[in-house]
């Protein structure tokens, strides 16, 4: 006879009502289950926040434009954030409902029990904030697992999709089984929350629906049910820099879409301060030093000059076409396909390209942030294509000790998907054929194919003669601008980044953002995230 697991009774009895939510109240009132969903500083701090938003509530005049927003997060940190912002807006006298699904981690399975002891848990922490913010757990509270329902087809097919990169963004590769236990997760969890989110939003029809990320996880399912529904969504996220915020209105913030940025700015000429602030950062990046608010370096090594590196690659005199790699499966890759299948459908296929032009030298640099992922290397990719590479082609593993704008410097030709040194290869003077859907295509100096057959001649014209091909001044001068425009206007001032949340607070407390002197540093920015149009 089959023994039943601890599992299994537990499963068995996170179906039953009630019975989750009684031994929590039983065993363990007001304790989190694991380490990694406690909310305990969260706990400590939602009475200060309520009593500063209450106070300035108090204190505002009472007409106003108030909104009836939604705002949803999962994920213990996202939690916090969001509910953070939620109280934030609610002091600024909107109608806020937050709304949460209590999940440790999106990418392990967990039993309907230990599910349903979460959500108590954190419905009874943020209750400390009703009845300034309202508080809606997409789980229902006490409640047996709601019967599956049928999602309309567009909506069923955009949830279906967004499993499929989640699985993507998880494993860090692009082909991946739709009967893996992974994906059935995905698409298991997604599925219920977009039944709960369609359920509420299309009954009481919030005046905007306010998501981190909005293209993965739960977050996405929840911007394709507002979409569905025609509810005003923003979604936002956090890039390297300090107090700043990426906002996008009706679509994805991590598409980068910089359109109305461009077509409102690119004819205004840079200022000596803001040429001075682009070229210090240009700098930086090629030193491998910090600079200002930015908290990230993008080389590990300095640069060492053009010379250098010719020499540590033997690299002779032939022209040299550089491909910078993204990560596979990072979420800037994903459904980023132009003409190709994917990014490395396209590696594939260029590999092969030049396997057989040994007029030319071909030059893979491995994006450095693969030594801080799991999945698969882009050098297992040429491998299958090239099992022994031949003199020509040049592989720069992630960890060389390389600085990528040394390769730049001598660079005849640039080849990206989305990574950002297509945009710095412009800057200079290097000719940039970009295959992916990034932010700077089209934008008037890379060259952006549009088809395969497209491509590949475009890639012939220039090798034909690349001095000829390299970018004229005024293109060279056009990145520059755009540099400065995608770096230092696209991000919005934002107190409060989501790696350094309990930091900021200390400079930016509920009461002080609240004040004149908040507002007049962000109030432009809270007005955009509750929908008010971008004046850029």
Known sequence: MKLISKSDIKNILG?????????????????????????????????????????????????????????????????????????????????????????????????????????????????????????????????????????????????????LRDTQYTLQVEEVSQDSDLYRLRLERNLEAA???????????????????????????????????????????????????????????????TNDLWQARQDQTLNDEQMAQVRKLFASRQRASLWENFARRWQ?????????????????????????????????????????????????????????????????????GELITKGPSVAGVVSQVLPELPEHIHLVAADAQVNTYDIVEIADLGLVYTTTVGLEMAMSGVPVIVVGNTHYREKGFTLDPASWEDYFKTLEQVLADPVRCRLAEAQVGRAWHYAYRFFFDYPHPFPWHLLHIWKDLEEWPIQRLLSAEGQQAFGQTFDYLVGAPVRW
């Open 300 to 368: 590990g090594v300095p640069s060492a000059g053009g010379d250098k590196v010719r020499q540590a690659l033997g690299l002779d005199e032939r022209p040299v076409v550089l491909l910078a790699t993204n990560v596979i499966g990072d979420s800037l890759t994903l459904g980023r396909q132009v003409f190709s299948d994917s990014m490395t459908d396209w590696l594939k296929r260029t590999v092969k390209f030049f396997a057989s032009r040994p007029d030319v030298q071909f030059v893979i640099r491995i994006h450095p």
């Open 195 to 257: 039944q709960a989110a369609l359920a509420w939003l299309q009954k009481q029809r919030p005046d905007v629906v306010i998501l981190p990320n909005g293209t993965i996880l739960e977050f996405g399912v929840l911007y394709q049910v507002a979409r569905y529904l025609d509810i005003p969504v923003v979604t936002y996220e956090f890039g390297e820099q300090h107090s700043r915020i990426w906002i996008a209105q009706n679509a994805e913030v991590m598409r980068q879409e």
């Open 15 to 163: 179906k039953i009502p009630l019975t989750a939510e009684a031994y929590w109240y039983i065993r363990t009132p007001g304790k989190p289950l694991t380490t990694e969903f406690s909310l305990r500083r969260l706990e400590k701090l939602l009475p200060t926040w309520r009593q500063q938003a209450e106070a300035a509530l108090a204190a505002r005049p009472k007409a106003g434009s108030q909104k009836r927003i939604f705002i949803f997060g999962t994920l213990r940190y996202w939690i916090e954030h969001a509910a953070l912002l939620s109280t934030a807006l609610a002091g600024q006298g909107h109608n806020i409902t937050f709304s949460y699904l209590p999940y440790a981690r999106w990418q392990r399975p967990m039993d309907r029990f230990n599910l349903r002891r979460h959500n108590l848990y954190a419905y009874k922490l943020l209750q400390q904030l009703e009845p300034l913010v309202h508080i809606h757990p997409l789980l229902a509270i006490g409640t047996a697992p709601a019967q599956a329902a049928t999602l309309p087809p567009a909506l069923d097919e955009a949830v279906r999709l967004v499993a």
